[in-house]
T-cell receptor, first 116, second 114 residues
Framework: DQQVKQNSPSLSVQEGRISILNCDYT??????FLWYKKYPAEGPTFLIS?????DKNEDGRFTVFLNKSAKHLSLHIVPSQPGDSAVYFC???????????????FGQGTRLTINP | GAVVSQHPSWVICKSGTSVKIECRSL??????MFWYRQFPKQSLMLMAT?????????EQGVEKDKFLINHASLTLSTLTVTSAHPEDSSFYIC??????????FGNGTRLTVT
């Protein structure tokens, strides 16, 4: 039972354009969502997060949108840069504790390639 | 800089042997650490929650006798893959919650069982 799904295994975007990565979830108990970036043979690096009480969170070139009714979130990167090429994972958790989100459930990941 | 250190980064072992992977929190104490596993082109799957001073909590389908977890101190958790077999070959990653911050991950350990 895949509770967090990233249906696009890969995405190719021209440098300078917008990259949009999508993520769907099925568990209505999830109330905190995160995006991680991962290079091969490395651990994931936190990018940006959003609480279920918000519908948008922005940090520099990265913006995450949350549509609770559709159980859908997306990550927008603009403008896209070659260094953004990596695998992006969305993750969800039922409870954000004071020590940070715990017991993350990850999607399958989307490999983003930024073409010069 | 990295706040979670994982060692070794890669290991090759023979079938039937045991392998120990260490996960350390740097400059902070972690009463809880999480162990994930990632098979090629698949998602990171939570294996178990490591609790300092008490038994680990394993996710459904993860054999606790095969994947031994010891959280001996507030900065160190170890995962031992016992009697490893080729199907245990995977990428193992630990993580720890940092105060008021999302989970930080180690750089992972690539285990290859021949």
């Amino acid at each position: 039972d895949q509770q967090v799904k990233q249906n696009s295994p890969s995405l190719s975007v021209q440098e300078g354009r917008i990259s949009i990565l999508n993520c769907d979830y099925t568990n209505s108990m999830f109330d905190y969502f995160l995006w991680y970036k991962k290079y091969p043979a490395e651990g994931p690096t936190f990018l940006i997060s959003i609480s279920s009480i918000k519908d948008k969170n922005e940090d520099g070139r990265f913006t995450v949108f949350l549509n609770k009714s559709a159980k859908h979130l997306s990550l927008h990167i603009v403008p896209s840069q070659p260094g953004d090429s990596a695998v992006y994972f969305c993750a969800a958790t039922e409870r954000e504790t004071i020590q940070g989100a715990q017991k993350l459930v990850f999607g399958q990941g989307t490999r983003l390639t930024i073409n010069p | 800089g990295a706040v979670v250190s994982q060692h070794p980064s890669w290991v090759i072992c023979k079938s039937g042997t045991s392998v120990k992977i260490e996960c350390r929190s740097l400059d902070f104490q972690a009463t809880t650490m999480f162990w994930y596993r990632q098979f090629p082109k698949q998602s990171l799957m939570l294996m178990a929650t490591s609790n300092e001073g008490s038994k680990a909590t394993y996710e459904q389908g993860v054999e606790k006798d095969k994947f031994l977890i010891n959280h001996a101190s507030l900065t160190l958790s170890t995962l031992t893959v016992t009697s490893a077999h080729p199907e245990d070959s995977s990428f193992y990653i630990c993580s720890a919650p940092v105060y008021n911050s999302p989970l930080h991950f180690g750089n992972g350990t690539r285990l290859t069982v021949t």
